[in-house]
């Protein structure tokens, strides 16, 4: 069952400038962008810096209008929930107030994204003095079962932020997001700011968390062998675009948009037997979101490029077992 | 028979350690190793592992107080570094001991040209005149893979993206020649197709000079696979295991090494259910456990290893380990 759907997602930041600070430019850091995100699935949202994952997040909470001004959003955000069908992409921040309680953040920093004045009671508390009706007691209760889910013990609770590890940190993070029962949880690069031997707890309780409670994550990291072990369908994105989408399994094993072969390649494993010569290494950067190139924002980059890509932007049509950007694969 | 390798760099019963108006944290406590001519190390381990704290005591740029290196020897070319005045240690810095940083935006001055912050550089080291330096910097520039890096040396830092910005970074480090390079988290920063190039770069350093050596730290166990031939895995402030990357992937020792071997989550390989994590939290570097370091989160600790630390033991040849376990 579809909980989300998203269709054309565009949002662009003004690039002010002169005495005025008028609006000189702007940057389409998401162009045109579609998924849907099944009920209790994990949607893995994966490219590198600037490809405008991370802003296709904060588009589906609606946080970007009071966060930036002067953005641009357009296209729709559909949320389903039974039995009604919402546009949040439509809503005011007023009118969203309601569905907030529903689609819920963790954040990459765990260190900056806690308020170091509030203790863990207050901040994991916060959202159901917002969102729900409820006594004293009853979130007192409620916040400690929150902390027992996430590893966590009851006593912990008068505690503030800096008493806590990175990984503990984020395992308040995750008990603050789920303190309202959301249906959808937006994951913004959970564990990249975790130490190694800590990353994988917090996956696992993730997993476990969405078992629990039939979760919907959105999955965004640079980090492509997390995102293949807790995704179920992989988005790749390159600047504004998605270039692939499908099956997680299927595209690591046979990637086939040309930016999604380099981006695996270039994974370092961790065996030194595994030969070096099997990067497709791409030549050059991304390329400057202000100027991007015209029709294929890849074709700058593309080991496969022909004339002809400058033209069009490519559609993401049906190959195999998923859709791909690109005409000549 | 194979001809011994020569040390570049020994570093004995290195002890560094911070303290606050309480406490005191040893944050390096009893480093040995060497890094031999040629090779590229890696020295790997978490946040509080002391393993950004062994290279700036390398290069004698820990901050004093609130640190201090209380003990030990580090041997360079025959001379220990730690007995070095504070001129005679910066000559060595930069022209013969190199490092790069992990955030190349803040090791750049921002308000300087990089053309001039590169000459500056090599005026710094040696006597030369300015035209020679700004040549040598566009040539290194261009080494490093800057497109017409003549035209650029007039551009500052934030004109450059983050893989440009590392690879001023290492042409300047390269510039002088030196004969160490230590990278500390190079590519922690970039991105994945650009963390590729960098690293290819830092190989090839050591094509520069056949003497030269690379130590790289890091945190990212594959990134060690891919770059370097032997491994240190520091945890708690020491040593743990030393093995050649080989030995160290395929047959890892240490119940630390091998549990954060297991808790990677695979690319290519079989997909699993759930991760192997190791419990517990990393320990702070002023509440490291008696005994072994690993004791708290170790799963198969034995009533020994929390009285009494294990020493480091060569259970193989060239494969060292601190366990009570593998040397009983």
């Not at chain 1, 992409?89 to 963790?106: E, T, V």
Request: aromatic share 6%.
């Amino acid at each position: 069952m579809k909980i989300l759907e998203v269709q054309d997602l565009r949002v662009s930041f003004p690039i002010v400038g002169g005495v005025f600070a008028r609006k000189v430019q702007e940057v389409k850091a998401v162009d045109g962008v579609s998924f849907d995100l099944e009920q209790g699935e994990t949607l893995g949202l994966v490219g590198e810096s600037g490809c405008g994952k991370s802003t296709v997040g904060r588009a589906i909470v609606n946080i970007l209008r009071p966060m930036v001004y002067g953005v641009e959003v357009s296209g729709k955000i559909l949320y389903h929930h039974q039995p009604d069908t919402v546009d949040l992409a439509s809503l005011s921040r007023a009118r969203m107030r309601p569905y907030r309680s529903d689609i819920q953040m963790i954040f990459q920093d765990p260190y900056s994204s806690l308020n170091p004045r509030m203790t863990v009671r207050q901040i994991v508390e916060e959202p159901l003095k917002l969102h729900t009706r409820s006594s004293a007691r009853e979130r007192m209760e409620r916040v400690g079962r929150l902390l027992e889910k996430v590893g966590l013990t009851r006593e912990q609770a008068g505690r503030y932020p800096h008493e806590f590890s990175g990984g503990q940190r984020q395992r308040i993070g995750i008990a603050r997001a789920l303190a309202t029962n959301p249906r959808i949880v937006i994951a913004d690069e959970p564990v990249s700011a975790l130490d190694v031997s800590i990353q994988a707890q917090v996956v696992n309780l993730m997993q476990d968390l969405q078992e629990e409670f039939n979760l919907s994550y959105l999955f965004i990291a640079h980090d492509l062998s997390v995102v293949r072990h807790i995704s179920r369908r992989i988005a790749v994105m390159y600047l504004g675009h998605i270039v692939e989408i499908g099956p997680g399994e299927a595209i690591y094993k046979n990637p086939l948009h040309p930016y999604s072969r380099a981006l695996l390649s270039a994974v370092p494993r961790p065996d030194p037997d595994i030969p070096h010569d099997r990067r497709i290494r791409l030549s050059g950067e991304i390329p400057n979101p202000l100027n991007k190139p015209s029709g294929c924002a890849f074709r700058t980059r593309c080991p496969i490029a022909k004339p002809s890509c400058a033209d069009e932007v490519p559609v993401l049509e049906i190959k195999q077992d998923r859709l791909v950007a690109c005409p000549w694969v | 028979m194979k001809t011994l390798p020569k040390s570049l760099l020994e570093v004995r019963n290195l002890r560094t350690r911070f303290q606050t108006d309480s406490r005191i944290a040893h944050a390096v406590d009893g480093v040995d190793f060497d890094i031999f001519q040629g090779e590229v190390l890696g020295l790997v381990g978490e946040s509080g592992s002391g393993k950004s704290v062994t290279a700036l005591s390398i290069l004698r740029l820990i901050p004093d107080p609130p640190g201090k290196i209380t003990d030990g020897s580090i041997l360079f070319k025959g001379r220990d570094l730690l007995k070095l005045s504070w001129e005679e240690m910066r000559a060595v810095r930069g022209n013969e001991i190199s490092m790069i940083f992990q955030e190349p935006m803040t090791s750049l001055n921002p308000v300087f040209p990089i053309g001039m912050q590169m000459k500056e550089a090599v005026l710094g080291h040696e006597q030369v005149s300015g035209k020679e330096a700004f040549d040598r910097s566009v040539e290194m520039l261009e080494l490093v893979g800057i497109p017409n890096p003549a035209s650029r040396m007039n551009d500052y830092p934030h004109q450059f993206s983050g893989g440009m910005r590392q690879r001023v970074m290492i042409a300047m480090a390269l510039s002088c020649g030196p004969s160490l390079l230590i990278a500390d988290e190079p590519t922690t920063a970039l991105d994945v197709t650009i963390q590729a190039q960098i690293l290819e770069l830092i190989l090839r350093i050591k094509d520069q000079r056949e003497d030269s050596a690379v130590l790289l730290i890091t945190h990212n166990l594959a990134v060690v696979a891919e770059t370097c031939d032997r491994v240190i895995v520091m945890y708690g402030g020491k040593i743990q295991e030393i093995a050649t990357a080989t030995e160290l992937f395929k047959n890892p020792q240490h119940p630390y090494t091998r549990g954060l071997l297991a808790s990677l989550p695979s690319v290519d390989g079989e997909r699993l259910k759930r991760l192997a994590a190791i419990p517990g939290n990393v320990p702070g570097i002023f509440d490291l456990p008696s005994g072994c370091k690993f004791v708290t989160r170790c799963s198969e600790r034995i009533d020994r290893c929390s009285e009494e630390e294990p020493e480091l033991m060569e259970s193989a040849p060239g494969h060292w380990v601190r366990c009570h376990l593998v040397n009983p």
